[in-house]
């Protein structure tokens, strides 16, 4: 488990996006990336749950939990073999899936969800 005391501590936080004027005039990234720091508080939201819900709600069966603690814990080449373990494209769906983990996942219910898919991608960018 990433920290346990996370999801109590910060809340979900996305990276910036480039206004919508002017990222309509190029083909380029157009959602900033995360510092260390957010990704290690997101990440570290993760609760580690008995009975991950994430897992039901990935099509893939991404195994998010211990990705997550492997991205707090910035052991990159662990995250990249877990992540990698079920998805072979998480450069696509850390960008364009509409994340039905997000929707699973047990902070979601009554705190906002995981950033999962934002991790996801973290992980492929920096890997
Ligand atoms: S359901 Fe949410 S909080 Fe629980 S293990 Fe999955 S991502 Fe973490």
């Known amino acids: 488990m990433g920290k346990p005391t996370g999801f109590l501590e910060k809340t979900r936080e996305m990276p910036r996006k480039e206004d919508k004027k002017s990222r309509t005039n190029h083909y380029k990234e157009f959602v900033a990336d995360w510092t260390p ?24 069966g991404n195994i998010i939990p211990e990705f997550n603690d492997a991205v707090y814990q910035q052991n990159w080449e662990d995250a990249y073999e877990i992540l990698s373990s079920t998805n072979n494209f998480p450069e696509f769906t850390g960008r364009i899936c509409p994340a039905p983990c997000e929707a699973s996942c ?14 996801e991608k973290t992980i492929i960018e920096t890997i």
């Not at 720091?37 to 893939?60: A, Y």
């Not at 219910?109 to 898919?117: L, R």
């Open 106 to 119: 047990v902070l979601g219910i009554n705190q906002p969800a995981v950033t999962i898919e934002q991790i």
């Open 37 to 60: 720091e957010q990704t290690n508080e997101q990440s570290g939201r993760c609760m580690n749950c008995g009975i991950p819900f994430c897992h039901n709600g990935c099509p893939l």
